[in-house]
T-cell receptor, first 116, second 113 residues
Framework: GAGVSQSPSNKVTEKGKDVELRCDPI?????LYWYRQRLGQGLEFLIY????????KSGLPSDRFSAERTGESVSTLTIQRTQQEDSAVYLC??????????????FGPGTRLTVL | AQSVSQHNHHVILSEAASLELGCNYS??????LFWYVQYPGQHLQLLLK??????LVKGIKGFEAEFIKSKFSFNLRKPSVQWSDTAEYFC???????????FGKGTKLSVKP
């Protein structure tokens, strides 16, 4: 079946502009995560969605970052007034919450964001 | 707070050499541990995981890892690497009840043919 997809694959923007990143999880995966990977760093957790529950936003670095997800479908991560330090690869992962692989997160290819 | 340390930033080996990549974590409770691999131009993929039971876990492509609770370690090993193992390897620990992962900074492995 199809894996996690993300779009765009690359995004170059100017400082101060808003950007929106999209994630399509694997069908049927109720859990969805966003992570950020800055150059030379590990992945940093940003936000977690589980079905219709309130999202865990504890990893969002500032109020310029927000994310939405409708039900168990697509999620969008929005960064307002981008700064150069926002340059990173933004990764999305989804996880089933029933069946044999509930412990495994499946990652998308990421969106490489460059803020000039 | 939980954290994960990967001490080797870049490892260069010749084919057939043995591999051990270090991973240490800080957390006093029950942990779930993972190794992910990212081959050039590809997604992060799960290599292996430990939740409970036998502390020696086997993953794909001949990789294995040993959980040593007393040392807070989960080192990755492979007896004989191949050129195709060239990739970046990430150790991760389950960070909470919601399952978000805490990652190390990664170790880049380069295998010379």
């Amino acid at each position: 079946g199809a894996g996690v997809s993300q779009s765009p694959s690359n995004k170059v923007t100017e400082k101060g502009k808003d950007v929106e990143l999209r994630c399509d999880p694997i069908s049927g995966h109720t859990a969805l995560y966003w992570y950020r990977q800055r150059l030379g760093q590990g992945l940093e957790f940003l936000i977690y969605f589980q079905g219709n529950s309130a999202p865990d936003k504890s990893g969002l670095p500032s109020d310029r970052f927000s994310a939405e997800r409708t039900g168990e479908s697509v999620s969008t991560l929005t960064i307002q007034r981008t700064q150069q330090e926002d340059s990173a690869v933004y990764l999305c992962a989804s996880r089933p919450t029933s069946g044999p692989s509930t412990d495994t997160q499946y990652f998308g290819p990421g969106t490489r964001l460059t803020v000039l | 707070a939980q954290s994960v340390s990967q001490h080797n930033h870049h490892v260069i080996l010749s084919e057939a050499a043995s591999l051990e990549l270090g991973c240490n974590y800080s957390y006093g409770g029950t942990v779930n541990l993972f190794w992910y691999v990212q081959y050039p131009g590809q997604h992060l993929q799960l290599l292996l995981k430990y939740f409970s039971g036998d502390p020696l876990v086997k993953g794909i492509k001949g990789f294995e890892a040993e959980f040593i609770k007393s040392k807070f370690s989960f080192n990755l090993r492979k007896p004989s690497v191949q050129w195709s193992d060239t990739a970046e390897y990430f150790c991760a620990v389950n960070g909470g009840s919601q399952g978000n992962l805490i990652f190390g900074k990664g170790t880049k492995l380069s295998v010379k043919p």
